[in-house]
């Protein structure tokens, strides 16, 4: 992954999956909004909730960052409330044999990829 990264050119996404009970929502949905001014607070240029539909208690988050270094700087950026709060928040992560978060690379930003021949 090192070796991948090293050279990577582009922006970061990240997601969280979240298990919120109906009785929960409003206190999730209000954690969110602050999560919300943190993740911008932190660099990330776009955030969003999605709630699943098909399965009301599944929710993601999803926000991206300019590059893979201003990802490993979002971290140093949290204040002590920031970090209480995303605690608070790690209680709705669903746990699953894969990560709770994922980092995705856009392919098209790399070093000697044509987009127009992509098109």
Do not use: C
């Not at 997601?15 to 999560?35: G, N």
């Amino acid at each position: 992954l090192v070796a991948l990264l090293r050279n990577v050119r582009g922006r970061v996404m990240e997601t969280v999956h979240y298990r919120v009970a109906p009785e929960q929502r409003s206190e999730f949905l209000t954690l969110m909004r602050e999560a919300r001014h943190i993740r911008g607070r932190g660099g990330a240029l776009f955030w969003q909730v999605y709630e699943d539909v098909a399965h009301p208690e599944g929710w993601l988050e999803v926000w991206s960052m300019e590059n893979w270094t201003d990802h490993l700087r979002e971290v140093t950026r949290l204040s002590e409330d920031d970090r209480q709060l995303l605690s608070r928040l790690s209680a709705f992560q669903v746990a699953t044999e894969r990560p709770q978060r994922y980092l995705a690379v856009d392919p098209f930003a790399a070093p000697g990829v044509n987009l127009k021949a992509h098109t």
